[in-house]
Nanobody, 124 residues
Framework: QVQLVESGGGLVQAGASLTLSCSAS????????MGWFRQAPGKEREFVAA????????YYADSVKGRFTISRDNAKNTVYLQMNSLNADDTAVYYC?????????????????WGPGTQVTVSS
């Protein structure tokens, strides 16, 4: 079993940067593809970014490509999401998720483990 806990959310102004962290418990973190999703009020949860455990490859939603960077530190059982040039459309609850799939899935049903989420609010 893996437990995930996100941190680093908050209120920032448009154009600012923020780094989210997701800490995992359990011994299998290094064998999990880790993803970030977000959910804005009244909207479905959407894929943001993910990093594969097999190849270290990354994949991003078009809406964040070039602004967000996902990375992982297996020694610390932590995955990060560096977010730059934030805008109001990035306001959402951000969730960390894990899956044993080696390839990167972008749909929520492929992820087994989820954190409780952290709120990111960008004021314009």
């Amino acid at each position: 079993q893996v437990q995930l806990v996100e941190s680093g959310g908050g209120l920032v102004q448009a154009g600012a940067s923020l780094t989210l962290s997701c800490s995992a418990s359990g011994r299998t973190f290094s064998r999990l593809t880790m993803g970030w999703f977000r959910q804005a009020p009244g909207k479905e949860r959407e894929f943001v970014a993910a990093i594969s455990w097999t190849s270290g490859s990354t994949y991003y939603a078009d809406s964040v490509k070039g602004r967000f960077t996902i990375s992982r530190d297996n020694a610390k059982n932590t995955v990060y999401l560096q977010m730059n040039s934030l805008n109001a459309d990035d306001t959402a609850v951000y969730y960390c998720a894990g899956t044993p799939y080696g390839r990167i899935p972008t749909i929520t049903t492929k992820y087994e483990y989820w954190g409780p989420g952290t709120q990111v609010t960008v004021s314009s």
